[in-house]
T-cell receptor
Framework: NAGVTQTPKFQVLKTGQSMTLQCAQD?????MSWYRQDPGMGLRLIHYSVGAGITDQGEVPNGYNVSRSTTEDFPLRLLSAAPSQTSVYFCASSPWTTTNTGELFFGEGSRLTVL | GQQVMQIPQYQHVQEGEDFTTYCNSS?????IQWYKQRPGGHPVFLIQ?????EVKKQKRLTFQFGEAKKNSSLHITATQTTDVGTYFC????????????FGPGTRLSVLP
């Protein structure tokens, strides 16, 4: 099983460039999310989705867009990259339902550097 | 807003010593989850605790959920070099239960 697949694993951008981090899961999970991880700050939620066509903002959404056209895919778009967006990004999915909080399955991460 | 705190931030132990990390939430939690992240890796789910006062064991790891469901602990007996990594606790967001709020993590180093 592939689980949660993220691409690319590494990316270097210049300030002002845009890019998309891809995330795909093959577990038929309705819930998907994007986190960023910075030293000493744990994992902070950027955006999340509870199903195709439904997205919402997390704790730190500014500068990022998401869409969910299918159950499998949840891309994260950086509109105009800034050095403050240098971070490690993790996509996660969960077999969440309204009556059960499922565990999070994380992708391997995408390390982004903005110069 | 809701906060999840962990102490200590770092812990260095000699192989064979015990290790404990503590997690405290500013709000009562319906459940708490623990994750482990190896250096350079991604977080991996360890366990979920649901009941007040619940204790669960996984080999040398013992997880506890406080009676008030606001705190939790992870204890590792006789650490091994394979235990190296960062341990995170996470609780459901008080307002959006499908989301989790993560603590900052405790980074464990084990010296051989």
């Amino acid at each position: 099983n592939a689980g949660v697949t993220q691409t690319p694993k590494f990316q270097v951008l210049k300030t002002g460039q845009s890019m998309t981090l891809q995330c795909a899961q093959d577990m038929n999970h309705e819930y998907m999310s994007w986190y960023r991880q910075d030293p000493g700050m744990g994992l902070r939620l950027i955006h999340y989705s509870v199903g195709a066509g439904i997205t919402d903002q997390g704790e730190v959404p500014n500068g990022y867009n998401v869409s969910r056209s299918t159950t499998e895919d949840f891309p994260l778009r950086l509109l105009s990259a800034a050095p403050s967006q240098t971070s490690v990004y993790f996509c996660a999915s969960s077999p969440w339902t309204t009556t059960n909080t499922g565990e999070l399955f994380f992708g391997e991460g995408s390390r982004l550097t903005v110069l | 807003g809701q906060q999840v705190m962990q102490i200590p931030q770092y812990q260095h132990v000699q192989e064979g010593e015990d290790f404990t990390t503590y997690c405290n939430s500013s709000t009562t939690l319906s459940n708490i989850q623990w994750y482990k992240q190896r250096p350079g890796g991604h977080p991996v789910f360890l366990i979920q605790l649901v009941k007040s006062g619940e204790v669960k064991k996984q080999k040398r790891l013992t997880f506890q959920f406080g009676e008030a469901k606001k705190n939790s602990s992870l204890h590792i007996t006789a650490t091994q070099t394979t235990d190296v990594g960062t341990y995170f606790c996470a609780g459901p967001d008080f307002n959006y239960g499908q989301n989790f709020v993560f603590g900052p993590g405790t980074r464990l180093s084990v010296l051989p």
